[in-house]
């Protein structure tokens, strides 16, 4: 069965940072592209960053400067560290693992909640 299961969320000032964290499970993780979006109330999901399995990242251009992606792949887990985070970052962030050969293997987390506010 496959899991991912976000953790490093919660409530934060502006202009504070928050370290979210993916980890895997049930999945041959090194095949894999991961993914961090996100989904604010009354939003669609966005992508905020990926990081391909050969280690290729993009950021979003509201997360480009102030967010790192990275991976373990010997603890099978992903990261997300933000930094100068607002009010309008407030959403759900989601974990996604994308198998780039596969259009079934793709597989989400339930979220973590990142609220921003004073």
């Known amino acids: 069965q496959v899991q991912l299961v976000e953790s490093g969320g919660g409530l934060v000032q502006p202009g504070g940072s928050l370290r979210l964290s993916c980890t895997a499970s049930?999945?041959?993780?090194?095949?894999?592209?991961l993914g961090w979006y996100r989904q604010a109330p009354g939003k669609q999901r966005e992508l905020v960053a990926t990081?391909?399995?050969?280690?290729?990242?993009n950021y979003a251009d509201f997360m480009k400067g102030r967010s790192t992606i990275s991976r373990d792949h010997a603890k099978a887990m992903a990261f997300l560290e933000m930094n100068s985070l607002t009010p309008e970052d407030t959403a759900f962030y989601y974990c996604?693992?994308?198998?780039?050969?596969?259009?079934?293997?793709?597989?989400w987390g339930q979220g973590t909640q990142v609220t921003v506010s004073s």
């Open positions: 990081i391909s399995k050969g280690g290729s990242i």
């Open positions: 049930g999945i041959i993780f090194i095949l894999y592209d």
């Open positions: 996604n693992a994308r198998n780039p050969t596969s259009s079934v293997r793709n597989y």
